[in-house]
Each structure stands twice: as C-alpha cells, then as structure tokens.
C-alpha cells in the first residue's frame, strides 16, 4: 500500500473499510462522532452554500475514523443492546462488502454518502446538532446498507440507538482523551 495522499486516498481508505471488525466499532462510532461533531459544532454553524468539499470533509472523517479505530480504545462504551449489536454487524458486513469490489466500490460508497450530507446540511441548517446526529445516521447506514443498498429497520434502528447511547454518554460527562483541558 502506497503512503496516502491527496491524490491517493483510495488505498488506505479500502485498508480502512476491510480492515474494520465488530470489536473495533465502539471506537470507530465514537471516533466519527467526536470529529464530525467538531467539525459541524467547532466554530458555530457551517455556512451555506454547501458542497461538495464539505461532503469530501464528512467523508475524509468517516474513512479516517474507521482506519483509526483499530488503534484506540474508548474508555467508557454504551451497552451493547440487540439492536446496537445488529447494526454493527451490518456496518463491518458492508464495509467488507464495499471494500471487496475495490475502487468502484469506494466510488459508489463515496457518491452514496456525498449528496445525502448536502441534503442533510442544509435540511438542518439553523441546527448544528442536528446536522451531527443525522450524518452519522446516513454514514453509517450508506455504510451499513452495503453495495446492493438493502438495509434491514432494525439495524437502522440501531444506528440510532448507537447515536442516542454515545450522546448520553457524552452528557454523563465521557470527554475523550485528546479534549481533557489541561490545568496547571
């Protein structure tokens, strides 16, 4: 595999999505959700019009999340219910799927994802987290529904639950290593 670049983000974007495994997804849930919610919610609200470099961003996000999450363990993770569990499996199973028909199928992953987050953005623009909640929603569920775009309700439903598990965490008081305030 050749070093990424911005020429080159397939490789290690197709290394990301067969690589990720079940025991890796609460990191790689957290790791998009943490980034992709500084992102929209860093700097106050993303300003229309929207485009698609914003949809590369959310992309770049996802990609890098999963070929992170297998070198980071959260130290806190939400129970794993049966529906939570199931739309894991069908992230791993679909990003096994994408990956396994190479490029092209990086390009359909990548042109599924890309007009969902325009149209998600700008749905939600007076509301940054709400822009947050459903582009992990339609990330993980573009991932999820595989190359032949079929996606069980209940694992949809446990994208959410995902989603809604991680958020009350984070309301519990769960900050991640990388934004602990250091004090003297």
């Known amino acids: ?6 020429a080159n983000w397939q490789d290690p974007s197709l290394h990301a999505l067969a690589g990720l495994t079940l025991e890796a997804m609460p990191a790689f ?18 300003e229309p019009p929207y485009t698609v470099e914003h949809g590369s961003r959310v992309v770049s996000v996802l990609f890098g999340s ?29 990003a096994h799927a994408f990956a396994g028909k190479g490029v092209d ?8 994802i890309i007009p969902a987050v325009l149209g998600e953005l700008e749905i939600h623009k007076e509301d940054p987290a709400e ?12 991932i999820a529904s595989g190359p032949l775009n079929m996606m ?17 965490l984070f309301g519990d008081g769960l900050v991640l290593p990388w934004r602990r305030q250091v004090t003297a």
Do not use: K
């Open 29 to 46: 849930e957290v790791l998009f959700l943490d980034e992709l919610a500084g992102y929209l919610m860093g700097a106050g609200p993303l």
């Open 1 to 6: 595999m050749s070093e990424p670049t911005e």
């Open 105 to 112: 199928g990086l390009a359909q992953l990548v042109n599924r």
């Open 131 to 142: 822009q947050t909640r459903s582009l992990y929603y339609y990330a993980l569920l573009a």
């Open 152 to 168: 069980d309700e209940a694992a949809a439903n446990g994208v959410m639950e995902a989603f809604g598990a991680w958020d009350g």
């Open 66 to 94: 999963a070929l992170n999450a297998g070198h980071f363990t959260p130290e806190r993770v939400p129970a794993e219910t049966p529906g939570i569990l199931l739309a894991r499996e069908n992230v791993v199973q679909g």
